[in-house]
């Protein structure tokens, strides 16, 4: 099971991501924290997709930018009202330079385990760091591992079952690259069946920490959500906070300037679009 493009899940997912996913409980108050947590801004979001995040807070008075492997997605975004006013650059977010600074930089709903290795996950999180101001803070939303929902490496899950429509979730699990190549399957009388695919390289808190760690930032706060609850064994999701140290002295690459460009950016090291 090997890697897969960036664009691939935004371009599958772009035409039903909003009925899926556009009013996830807790939107609200990740919206809430998210301000809080950036200040006066300016905030980079990471996998900005439709702006189901990026729209309210930027309607909070906040400038807000965006980076997104998917056109398809941005596009979604574009077609919302004062969608148009958020700059967003299309390419992939672990290989991306853009040439300013955040108070806050945020990658949320697991979009960081979109990334297909460590590799590119640890240059995403030194990316992030890179960009963020003195003091600025780095802020991932992700799930923690259950691995005991796989059987002998595989699940398959009925997740929606009306007259209208079954969604099953079909997956495999490998252990050692902590990838899980998965596709809903929705199968329908009226228009068959069709196939979205969610693969992912998964990460456990403590992998995080390590990768903002060497990317040189502090760990600062975990909650289990957005309402800022108190983290502990049982929590099935992560909100971690990770914090650039006032005055260490590294700053932003130059490279490709933020905006909107529909140009996949050129890449760093080897992946690309
Ligand atoms: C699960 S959606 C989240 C969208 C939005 N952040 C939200 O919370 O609703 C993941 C988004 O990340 C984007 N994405 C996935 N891999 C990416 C990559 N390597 N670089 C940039 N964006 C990526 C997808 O195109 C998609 O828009």
Redesign the pocket.
């Known amino acids: 099971m090997g890697e897969w493009p960036?664009?691939e899940?935004?371009d599958a997912w772009a035409a039903v991501y909003d009925e899926r996913?556009g009013d996830l409980p807790g939107t609200g108050d990740a919206v809430e924290t998210l301000a809080r947590l950036a200040g006066a801004g300016p905030v980079l979001?990471?996998?900005?997709?439709?702006g189901?995040?990026a729209l309210p807070l930027a309607a909070r008075g906040l400038e807000v930018h965006g980076?997104?492997?998917?056109a398809p997605?941005v596009d979604r975004l574009r077609a919302k009202p004062r969608g148009d006013s958020i700059p967003v650059t299309i390419?992939?977010?672990?290989s991306l330079t853009l040439d300013r600074t955040f108070s806050l930089v945020f990658v949320?709903?697991?979009?960081l385990f979109?990334?297909p290795s460590q590799e590119a996950q640890v240059r995403c999180i030194a990316g992030a760091a890179a960009h963020l101001a003195p003091g600025g803070r780095f802020v991932v939303e992700a799930f923690v591992p259950d691995l005991g929902r796989f059987d002998r490496g595989q699940a398959v899950r009925a997740t929606d079952v009306t007259e209208a429509h079954v969604v099953l979730e079909i997956a495999r699990h490998d252990p050692v690259v902590q990838r899980v190549h998965s596709a809903r399957v929705v199968v329908t009388p009226t228009d068959g069946i069709r196939m979205l695919p969610v693969n992912i390289r998964y990460a456990w808190p403590a992998e995080v920490d390590l990768m903002a760690r060497l990317a040189g930032l502090e760990h600062e706060e975990r909650w289990s959500g957005w309402q800022r609850q108190p983290f502990d064994e049982s929590s099935r999701q992560h909100v971690s906070v990770y914090r650039r140290p006032a005055g260490d002295g590294h700053a932003a690459q130059p490279g490709v300037r933020a905006g909107r460009s529909r140009r996949p950016v050129p890449p760093i090291a080897t992946e690309g679009l």
């Open positions: 960036a664009a899940y935004g996913h979001e990471l996998g900005i997709g439709t189901r995040l980076v997104d492997a998917s997605m390419g992939d977010m672990a949320a709903f697991n979009t979109n990334l």
